[in-house]
């Protein structure tokens, strides 16, 4: 374990796999407090969070339920005093085919917007009075290309994601010293996208970096976005060079 975060209390949302797991591993062992989150995979989370180097908890939360979103930063700040970061990965979508308006129901439409937009802002909204006492107070959300190119596993996905990369500038126009910054994968490897055989096949024909993204890979931008002290209202893109060919 290094020490580098020793003292910095992190929330990872939707960690409980992927993305938001392997932040969590990565923060953790560099000295950071992790609180793991899941809206259901508890058995997992709480695997996570045991497995974990430092001083973790679970907290299961739908964050799409705004009193269950509250109820996870009022309780992270009841069991250890502070915030530090907050990085937003929790996320929902579904495969459907942009041409195929019919399948897009609003049911669909609504989960997707209350779980990526929602959630995330929810959560951000009741996080900043805590983070503004830190003294290296960090939000990142996990977004997508899919907010800024119309590609994407849903319209609705696509719209979420391109609504999370604007909150993001826009707070960090607006709550400074506190750094806003998003992760914007391409398409990565993990337990969600396992059968999207023909996506990653064509990530890796069009891509410079001929594969899809890993959760190393965004974890790792996580990681730099934290590390810089100043940088802020950035969308940092890990595609491999994928949108440099759309």
Sequence with gaps: MSEEFAGKVAIVTGSSSGIGEETARRLSALGATVVVNSASSVEAGEAVAGSLPGTAAYIRADISNQDEAHGLIDSTVERFGKLDFLINNAGWTTEIPHHELDDLTN???QKTFDVNVFGTWWLTKRAIPH????DDPNIVNITSIAGIRPVGSSMAYSMTKAALNQMTVLLAKSYGPIRVNAV?????????????????AGVAATAPIPRSATPDDCAEAVLALLRNKYTTGEIFVV????????
């Excluded at 914007?184 to 023909?198: F, S």
């Design 107 to 109: 049911e669909i439409f």
């Design 239 to 246: 595609d491999g060079g994928l949108t440099l060919k759309m």
């Design 131 to 134: 983070l503004r006492s830190s």
């Design 184 to 200: 914007a994968p391409g398409l990565v490897a993990t337990p969600w996208t396992k059968d999207w055989e023909a996506m990653h």
